[in-house]
């Protein structure tokens, strides 16, 4: 079993192979969307951000799933996704006999790539979960929508151009776990999912096959982690 509270550079191809079979609690996950940007109006702001998320966009493979069902003691899983990736996960999901919701983050600050197309102000995120499992949470953590701004000044510091809203992250999280389990994140990006399983007292694994990525993950969840050491041994002085 590889350790928990760590963040591996590594394709989560080969990662998801090293875990234990039944050692994973929780996925939360966000994989490359299929973007299809040729259809969007090119300007010079666009193309800055189309490089960047050229290496974002291909998709992933369905495989992973199958890889990574052996892993979680029962299937309970959050995967973000783009509209064309919602009907194969929830055919995948719904072919396992899972129960399943559609959540979504809507951005109030959406990029203006409207050309002939609505706004991209909507992120979807498909959960499914065994027959079993259970949902914890509250009122305030268990609403399917979530609406904020893309947060600007995180998108910068931690340099990621698809960085997710950590606040909605940490709900899926106390609503699928305890504390103590262990999430996974196989595109952990710069780490959102793992910095939500800290401020939630769970255990990480988080992958992330992209090296400037993968150290800036290393070092929030390394800020991540000694702030929460800070807040404990005030509590306990
Ligand atoms: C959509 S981003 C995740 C962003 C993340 N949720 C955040 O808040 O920062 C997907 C990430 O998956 C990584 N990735 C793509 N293919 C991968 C693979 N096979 N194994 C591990 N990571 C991969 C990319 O480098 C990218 O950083």
Not at 136 to 142: A, D, I, P, Q
Request: with cysteine; net charge positive; proline share 3%.
């Amino acid at each position: 079993m590889l350790k928990t509270n760590e963040v591996y550079n590594m394709d989560c191809a080969q990662g998801i192979k090293l875990l234990d079979d039944k050692s994973i609690d929780l996925v939360v996950m966000d994989p490359p969307y299929l973007l299809n940007l040729n259809r969007v109006k090119k300007t010079s702001t666009f193309n800055n951000y189309a490089n960047e998320l050229m290496g974002l966009k291909d998709g992933f493979d369905l495989q992973i799933l199958d890889m990574l069902l052996p892993k979680m003691k029962k299937i309970n899983i959050y995967i973000y996704c783009s509209k064309r990736q919602v009907r194969d996960l929830l055919d995948y999901f719904i072919s396992l006999g899972c129960n399943y919701e559609i959540l979504t983050w809507h951005k109030q600050n959406p990029s203006p790539l409207i050309n002939n197309n609505y706004l991209p102000d909507t992120e979807y995120v498909v959960f499914a979960r065994e027959k079993g499992v259970k949902l914890y949470g509250n009122y305030f953590t268990k609403h399917k929508y979530f609406i904020s701004g893309v947060n600007q000044v995180d998108k910068k510091k931690y340099g990621h151009p698809t960085i997710k809203n950590l606040n909605f992250i940490e709900n899926h999280i106390i609503n699928s776990s305890k504390e103590g389990d262990v999430v996974l994140d196989c595109f952990c990006g710069s780490g959102t999912t793992l910095v939500g399983a800290i401020n939630t007292k769970r255990q990480f694994i988080g992958f992330e096959i992209n090296k400037k990525y993968y150290e800036i993950a290393k070092r929030r969840v390394e800020e991540a982690l000694s702030k929460e050491e800070n807040i404990e041994t005030k509590n306990t002085k």
